[in-house]
């Protein structure tokens, strides 16, 4: 995708003239090339290659990585979500460097988005790059457009999750999977 920084400021003045702003005041005169730019780092999240081994010996237990923090935006009120995101999978011949899982966490997350298509899509992109025995992701986020706006309720948090092979047809890895991200000591 091809960010266009130009329309982004015309639109961000507009946007700014249409709630009442001065766009042209010293606290906002630059804001238009900040949100653009801004864009521009979140387009940057989206280029990624994975990394992927496959000699891996005979490993074939769960690999998780828990408590990834993750920032998106509601693509409802284009206000931000947050939270943790944690990832599993059980290899199957492939393995995959841990920082990737993490900027797969980012390649889904810095857009327009909605919670339950961020769980899936990352999900989904590993199951398709590692083919892995089963991928897991649980999501939790707090949503400004829940906490500031609408219902204001800055204490719920959403919880989403996708679950592919054996962490959804076996009871005991799903259970493992949830007692590990679930532990919370500290390293």
């Known amino acids: 995708m091809v960010i266009d920084k130009n329309k982004i400021e015309q639109a961000i003045r507009l946007f700014l003239e249409g709630i009442g702003e001065d766009p042209n005041r010293e606290g906002l005169r630059d804001t238009p090339k900040r949100v653009a730019k801004m864009w521009e780092e979140f387009e940057s999240y989206r280029e990624m290659n994975m990394t992927i081994f496959e000699e891996v010996g005979s490993y074939d237990e769960m690999v998780v990585v828990r408590d990834i923090q993750f920032y998106s935006l509601c693509e409802h009120h284009l206000l931000p979500f947050f939270g943790k995101a944690h990832v599993a999978y059980i290899p199957d011949k492939k393995v995959c460097g841990l920082s990737k899982i993490v900027r797969v966490v980012n390649k889904f997350s810095y857009r327009p988005q909605v919670q339950e298509r961020l769980t899936a899509e990352i999900a989904e992109y590993l199951e ?22 609408g219902v204001r309720n800055p204490e719920s948090i959403t919880v989403t999750s996708k679950l592919t092979g054996r962490f959804l047809e076996c009871q005991k890895t799903r259970e493992e999977f949830l007692n590990l991200i679930n532990s919370h000591k500290k390293m």
């Open 128 to 149: 398709k790059e590692l083919q892995p025995k089963g991928v897991a992701v649980v999501m939790e986020a707090v949503h400004l457009c829940m906490a500031m706006r």
